[in-house]
């Protein structure tokens, strides 16, 4: 799925047909890989498990033995059928099917949508948690829903995969103290049987993981949250050397004059976190490109605290390169365009009830 994300999030950009039309054989394999060898007993759902005896036992993101798990730390059995995966699929449909439409094959499109729009029902349907208005980790081998709280379902944000009165709810979680430590939100809700702070994937904050759950938040209309995670991550990487975000640290809660702690075998630099403070900007800020109709919107945005200024300069977009000046005006903050160059390109900004 997220080689369909990144090619449409490429034509977003740069309006590039030509290498998507190029590329777009590609993604029609992984598209058929999805529902054809990703699907593997045919319930909708996209599903893992390793051949034999060697190799990962978990294949999302939480590859650890452990990481993915009932809430008392019982080991998910596969195949299993991962939360935020479902979600990352859902999108790949909607976006090949962009795709499709703005390449002018419009006759593809509209399968894709209705599947996309299919999965993402019986995605709600099989993963909500009525109790804890939250999303389960996974089902197992056998079906079952591990109603895991984690920082997983907030990628169902990211991929726009839910109904908003669903991510709301997962929002006030996800912002509330089991998640969020101060310095950013764990992987692991903190009460769960299988809390740790120090644990990889059981209650450490991940920098990348938190900026796709903020831009998630960003793209449902709640900015103030984008902005809670990015001056959270911000903070803390005030506290690294050369204020460079790790690959993790642990999930210790925030206390006065205190720092955030360091996992002390996390990878730095490291990729995922080098683009996590880039994304966590772009979520703050509200930026939203569509370099295909020649125009980027800027929704509601905000600046973290003790930022006054912030301009990005030779931003590019389509065939276009310009400046974006953003200041703090009291709790809201406005936004300017000091210079345009290139092709015509059409700039809105958004701003709600409070900047």
């Given at each position: 799925p997220l080689f369909v994300i990144l090619l449409h999030e490429y034509l977003l950009w740069t309006d590039d047909k030509e290498t998507v039309r190029a590329l777009l054989p590609a993604a029609e394999a992984a598209i058929d890989w999805m529902r054809r060898w990703a699907d593997r007993d045919a319930d909708g759902f996209l599903e893992y498990q390793r051949h034999g005896e060697r190799g990962l036992y978990n294949q999302g993101w939480k590859d650890s033995a452990d990481g993915v798990c009932f809430p008392d730390g019982t080991r998910c059995e596969a195949p299993i059928a991962l939360v935020e995966v479902q979600g990352y699929a859902v999108d790949a449909y909607r976006r090949m099917a962009m795709l499709y439409r703005l390449l002018g094959i419009r006759g593809k499109a509209r399968p894709l949508l209705e599947h996309a729009n299919a999965l993402a029902h019986?995605?709600?349907?099989?993963?909500?948690?009525?109790?804890?208005?939250?999303?389960?980790?996974a089902l197992d081998r056998e079906k079952r829903l591990a109603p895991t709280l984690t920082s997983n379902a907030g990628h169902l944000l990211w991929s726009k995969a839910v109904p908003g009165a669903r991510a709301q709810a997962v929002a006030r979680r996800l912002l509330g103290p089991s998640f969020h430590s101060g310095w950013g939100l764990r992987t692991l809700a903190?009460?769960?049987?299988?809390?740790?702070?120090?644990?990889?994937?059981?209650?450490?904050?991940?920098?990348?993981?938190?900026?796709?759950?903020?831009?998630g938040l960003s793209s449902y209309g709640l900015p103030h949250g984008a902005l809670e995670v990015f001056e959270a991550l911000y903070g803390a990487a005030q506290y690294f050397r050369l204020r460079?975000?790790?690959?993790?640290?642990?999930?210790?809660p925030r206390k006065a004059?205190?720092?955030?702690?360091?996992?002390?075998?996390?990878?730095?630099?490291?990729?995922?976190?080098?683009?996590?403070?880039l994304l966590l900007l772009r979520a703050a800020l509200g930026l939203h490109?569509?370099?295909?109709?020649?125009?980027?919107?800027?929704k509601n945005p905000h600046l973290p605290m003790g930022m006054r200024e912030l301009t990005l300069r030779n931003l590019r977009i389509g065939e276009t390169r310009l400046d974006l000046r953003f200041t703090r005006e009291g709790e809201g903050c406005f936004a300017a365009v000091p210079s345009v160059e290139g092709a015509p390109l059409e700039v809105r900004i958004?701003?709600?009830?409070h900047g």
């Amino acid at each position: 799925p997220l080689f369909v994300i990144l090619l449409h999030e490429y034509l977003l950009w740069t309006d590039d047909k030509e290498t998507v039309r190029a590329l777009l054989p590609a993604a029609e394999a992984a598209i058929d890989w999805m529902r054809r060898w990703a699907d593997r007993d045919a319930d909708g759902f996209l599903e893992y498990q390793r051949h034999g005896e060697r190799g990962l036992y978990n294949q999302g993101w939480k590859d650890s033995a452990d990481g993915v798990c009932f809430p008392d730390g019982t080991r998910c059995e596969a195949p299993i059928a991962l939360v935020e995966v479902q979600g990352y699929a859902v999108d790949a449909y909607r976006r090949m099917a962009m795709l499709y439409r703005l390449l002018g094959i419009r006759g593809k499109a509209r399968p894709l949508l209705e599947h996309a729009n299919a999965l993402a029902h019986q995605l709600d349907e099989a993963f909500w948690l009525p109790e804890t208005e939250f999303y389960g980790l996974a089902l197992d081998r056998e079906k079952r829903l591990a109603p895991t709280l984690t920082s997983n379902a907030g990628h169902l944000l990211w991929s726009k995969a839910v109904p908003g009165a669903r991510a709301q709810a997962v929002a006030r979680r996800l912002l509330g103290p089991s998640f969020h430590s101060g310095w950013g939100l764990r992987t692991l809700a903190e009460g769960q049987g299988a809390y740790n702070p120090l644990s990889y994937h059981n209650g450490t904050i991940w920098p990348h993981d938190n900026s796709l759950v903020a831009m998630g938040l960003s793209s449902y209309g709640l900015p103030h949250g984008a902005l809670e995670v990015f001056e959270a991550l911000y903070g803390a990487a005030q506290y690294f050397r050369l204020r460079r975000l790790p690959e993790l640290f642990c999930g210790l809660p925030r206390k006065a004059g205190e720092f955030p702690v360091q996992y002390p075998v996390a990878c730095s630099p490291q990729a995922w976190a080098s683009g996590a403070l880039l994304l966590l900007l772009r979520a703050a800020l509200g930026l939203h490109p569509d370099a295909t109709h020649r125009k980027v919107t800027i929704k509601n945005p905000h600046l973290p605290m003790g930022m006054r200024e912030l301009t990005l300069r030779n931003l590019r977009i389509g065939e276009t390169r310009l400046d974006l000046r953003f200041t703090r005006e009291g709790e809201g903050c406005f936004a300017a365009v000091p210079s345009v160059e290139g092709a015509p390109l059409e700039v809105r900004i958004a701003l709600g009830r409070h900047g």
